[in-house]
């Protein structure tokens, strides 16, 4: 391992392997670490969307009302604990604040434009990799069970309309002649048909050997420890392999970036948004198109041989275990819209921590008070479909670039 390396990522979530592939493609000299294995952090059995019409931040309109509803049912798919945490409060205090109409359109718009710029990354990677990666450019289906959840889809497809993202309206009988697998109770739905998927664990490996194919090096179970800082700067980094001095230090820890940014003072406002999934074998049901139950927020998403399960949000902050029954919740919601048969085997559930930031918005960007050190965490339920793009921002800023969308939203100055 180069102790003296220009770049050292911390991180092999599907951020940090995007951007040492960028950077390193750029011409930089790049070490990522991890202290696990690449891709099996959050990034490792999410549902594998990449999808600019669900692009938007977690704050929205209306959803501290639903919340408050949600928080006595413990199978609802958002659960905000009311714990005597100041750091909880605080966050909570922003994120209220981030639930107006205004803040949501324009997370919307800025969320938006990174997931088209990286829909498009993804789609030439998938052409260009020479394992080949199960992409598929099939569309999502969002449905709601209720007419009030149609009403709701319809709303968010007019604003996505605005930023050019295309969809169809579907009532009942529709949603059925489209995908004729939903056989439970559905009202309608909307269908946005330039959406993809892939399988997210693939598509960190893909860009990891990429990056490692232009001369990253990327090592795993190696942990960041502790920062040494001289004036402005972070001069060294003990390693679980000894210190490391790099010029730029890239901070792609994902919820865990928290306790590594504090150590140099900067309180990154990042809480995880703990989320499970289980996979099914896919012959017990036809499905094609990946499929959002909107009000229960489950994913189910085809992937070859396999269907994933995926939802829930609750906020926590690192604490992984799995709530047998909101797994059930899933796993109920997929097999009442897909009339699943009973004994279908569900493989071991999983749980992954959504680093989530009270805007809803990732931090991208250079440090003001420790300019050497880039943050790019934060990506909430969009890392997959933002990652090309976060990896472009961290480029062109290290390379002094402009950028080809606003990187602005994205400044962690906003914290700072
Ligand atoms: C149920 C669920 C479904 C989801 N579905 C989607 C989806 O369909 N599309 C989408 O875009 N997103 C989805 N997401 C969100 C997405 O998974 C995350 O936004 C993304 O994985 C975050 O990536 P990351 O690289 O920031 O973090 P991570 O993947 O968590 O990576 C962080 C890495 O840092 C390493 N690390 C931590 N501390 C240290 C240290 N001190 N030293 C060295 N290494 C360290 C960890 O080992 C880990 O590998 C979903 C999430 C969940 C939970």
């Given at each position: 391992m180069t102790s003296k390396p220009e770049v050292l990522i911390i991180g092999g979530g599907v951020i940090g392997v995007a951007i040492a592939n960028s950077l390193s493609r750029a011409g930089s000299e790049v070490v990522l670490i991890d202290r696990g294995l690449p891709g099996h952090g959050c990034s490792y059995g999410n549902a594998g969307w990449v999808a600019p019409g669900f692009a938007t931040p977690l704050p929205r309109p209306g959803?501290?009302?639903?919340?408050?509803?949600?928080?006595?049912?413990?199978?609802?798919?958002?659960?905000?604990?009311?714990?005597?945490?100041?750091?909880?409060i605080a966050w909570l205090v922003r994120f209220l604040w981030n639930t107006r109409q205004e803040r949501f359109i324009a997370g919307t718009r800025a969320l938006v434009e990174l997931s088209q710029y990286s829909l498009e990354a993804f789609e030439k990677l998938a052409s260009d990799h020479r394992g080949g990666l199960d992409f598929q450019r099939k569309?999502?289906?969002?449905?709601?069970?209720?007419?009030?959840?149609?009403t709701g889809l319809v709303r968010d497809l007019r604003m996505m309309e605005a930023f050019r993202v295309e969809g169809t309206v579907m009532d009942e009988e529709g949603v059925r002649e489209f995908e004729p697998s939903l056989t439970g109770p559905v009202a309608g739905g909307v269908h946005y048909p330039g959406e993809a998927h892939l399988e997210p664990l693939e598509a960190v490996e893909a860009l990891a050997n990429?990056?490692?194919?232009?001369?990253?090096?990327?090592?795993?179970?190696?942990?960041?420890?502790?920062?040494?800082?001289?004036?402005?700067?972070?001069?060294?980094?003990?390693?679980?392999?000894?210190?490391?001095?790099?010029?730029?230090?890239?901070?792609?820890?994902?919820?865990?970036?928290?306790?590594?940014?504090a150590q140099v003072g900067l309180r990154l406002p990042l809480f995880g948004g703990k989320g499970y999934s289980?996979?099914?074998?896919?012959?017990?049901?036809?499905?094609?198109?990946?499929?959002?139950?909107?009000?229960?927020?489950?994913?189910?998403t085809p992937h070859s041989g396999r269907l994933r399960l995926a939802g829930t949000l609750e906020l926590v902050r690192d604490d992984e275990t799995i709530s047998p029954?909101?797994?059930?919740?899933?796993?109920?919601?997929?097999?009442?819209?897909?009339?699943?048969?009973?004994?279908?085997?569900?493989?071991?559930?999983?749980?992954?921590?959504?680093?989530?930031?009270?805007?809803?918005?990732?931090?991208?960007?250079?440090?003001?008070?420790?300019?050497?050190?880039?943050?790019?965490?934060?990506?909430?339920?969009?890392?997959?479909?933002?990652?090309?793009?976060t990896?472009?921002?961290?480029?062109?800023?290290?390379?002094?670039?402009?950028p080809?969308?606003?990187?602005?939203p994205f400044s962690p100055a906003r914290y700072e």
């Amino acid at each position: 391992m180069t102790s003296k390396p220009e770049v050292l990522i911390i991180g092999g979530g599907v951020i940090g392997v995007a951007i040492a592939n960028s950077l390193s493609r750029a011409g930089s000299e790049v070490v990522l670490i991890d202290r696990g294995l690449p891709g099996h952090g959050c990034s490792y059995g999410n549902a594998g969307w990449v999808a600019p019409g669900f692009a938007t931040p977690l704050p929205r309109p209306g959803l501290l009302m639903k919340a408050a509803r949600w928080m006595l049912d413990p199978r609802s798919p958002l659960r905000i604990p009311l714990r005597p945490d100041p750091a909880l409060i605080a966050w909570l205090v922003r994120f209220l604040w981030n639930t107006r109409q205004e803040r949501f359109i324009a997370g919307t718009r800025a969320l938006v434009e990174l997931s088209q710029y990286s829909l498009e990354a993804f789609e030439k990677l998938a052409s260009d990799h020479r394992g080949g990666l199960d992409f598929q450019r099939k569309g999502l289906l969002q449905v709601a069970l209720t007419p009030d959840g149609v009403t709701g889809l319809v709303r968010d497809l007019r604003m996505m309309e605005a930023f050019r993202v295309e969809g169809t309206v579907m009532d009942e009988e529709g949603v059925r002649e489209f995908e004729p697998s939903l056989t439970g109770p559905v009202a309608g739905g909307v269908h946005y048909p330039g959406e993809a998927h892939l399988e997210p664990l693939e598509a960190v490996e893909a860009l990891a050997n990429r990056a490692d194919d232009a001369g990253a090096q990327i090592i795993p179970s190696t942990e960041a420890i502790r920062f040494r800082r001289e004036a402005d700067r972070i001069a060294a980094v003990l390693t679980s392999r000894g210190w490391i001095e790099p010029e730029t230090v890239v901070l792609a820890s994902g919820v865990w970036s928290r306790p590594l940014a504090a150590q140099v003072g900067l309180r990154l406002p990042l809480f995880g948004g703990k989320g499970y999934s289980m996979t099914v074998d896919r012959s017990a049901t036809a499905l094609s198109t990946p499929v959002l139950v909107a009000e229960r927020k489950v994913a189910i998403t085809p992937h070859s041989g396999r269907l994933r399960l995926a939802g829930t949000l609750e906020l926590v902050r690192d604490d992984e275990t799995i709530s047998p029954r909101r797994v059930d919740a899933i796993r109920d919601t997929a097999r009442e819209v897909l009339a699943l048969p009973e004994q279908a085997p569900i493989e071991k559930p999983w749980s992954g921590l959504r680093p989530c930031a009270p805007d809803g918005l990732p931090l991208i960007g250079r440090s003001r008070r420790v300019p050497n050190l880039i943050v790019a965490a934060g990506h909430q339920m969009l890392g997959l479909q933002t990652a090309p793009a976060t990896a472009r921002l961290v480029t062109d800023l290290m390379y002094d670039r402009t950028p080809p969308f606003n990187p602005q939203p994205f400044s962690p100055a906003r914290y700072e």
